[in-house]
């Protein structure tokens, strides 16, 4: 099983590229989230998709993007990349409305540097 | 707006030696999850907490939940080098989403 899956797994961009972050589960979960870790901030959430079909803004949506394409994958965009987006970004799953212990299962990681 | 608030946020220990890292949340909340990271990694699930009084336990960690007070712990037994990573707690904000709020994390060394 390959639960969560990222791609890249490390990038660089110039200061006003764009690019897209991939994500893909095996897990037939229903409910995805993208998260940004910087030093000292723990992970906060930007964007999530409760079901597919749906997404909606978490903690610290601005600048960015998401498509759930379907329901393994949860794509998160950024269209004008700025040095304050340097960050590591995960990608997590989870199945809502099941069992309720559930944890959210993450991937590991794009490392995203922007110059 | 929940708050989650870990501490300490560095832990440096002997082997050997327990200790205590300890989850504050600021409003009620009936889910409460702890995650290890190791430097360079995902994040690895360890405990789901779902009711009060909650106690898990595996191998030389163990949590518990207190939902009236607020707080959940994370007790390490007799620690070993292998369980140096960071440790995150995060807490269900609790509507349908099955949204989280991390805290900071911490950063467990165990030295020899």
């Known amino acids: 099983n390959a639960g969560v899956t990222q791609t890249p797994k490390f990038q660089v961009l110039k200061t006003g590229q764009s690019m897209t972050l991939q994500c893909a589960q095996d897990?037939?979960?229903?409910?995805m989230y993208w998260y940004r870790q910087d030093p000292g901030m723990g992970l906060r959430l930007i964007y999530y998709s409760a079901s597919e079909g749906t997404t909606d803004k978490g903690e610290v949506p601005n600048g960015y993007n998401v498509s759930r394409l379907n329901k393994r994958e949860f794509s998160l965009r950024l269209e004008s990349a700025a040095p304050s987006q340097t960050s590591v970004y995960f990608c997590?799953?989870?199945?809502?409305?099941?069992?309720?212990?559930?944890?959210?299962?993450f991937g590991d990681g794009t490392r995203l540097s922007i110059l | 707006e929940l708050k989650v608030e870990q501490n300490p946020l560095f832990l440096s220990m002997q082997e050997g030696k327990n200790y205590t890292i300890y989850c504050n949340y600021s409003?009620?909340?009936?889910?409460l999850y702890w995650y290890r990271q190791d430097p360079g990694k995902s994040l690895e699930s360890l405990f789901v907490?779902?009711?009060?009084?909650a106690v898990k336990q595996e191998g030389r960690l163990m949590a518990s939940l207190d939902t009236k007070a607020r707080l959940s712990t994370l007790h390490i037994t007799a620690a070993v080098h292998d369980l140096s990573a960071t440790y995150f707690c995060a807490v269900d904000t609790g509507g349908s989403q099955g949204n989280l709020i991390f805290g900071k994390g911490t950063k467990l060394s165990v030295k020899p």
């Open positions: 907490l779902l009711s009060n009084g």
């Open positions: 897990m037939n979960h229903n409910s």
């Open positions: 997590a799953s989870t199945l809502l409305g099941a069992a309720p212990d559930q944890p959210q299962h």
């Open positions: 409003t009620t909340s009936d889910r």
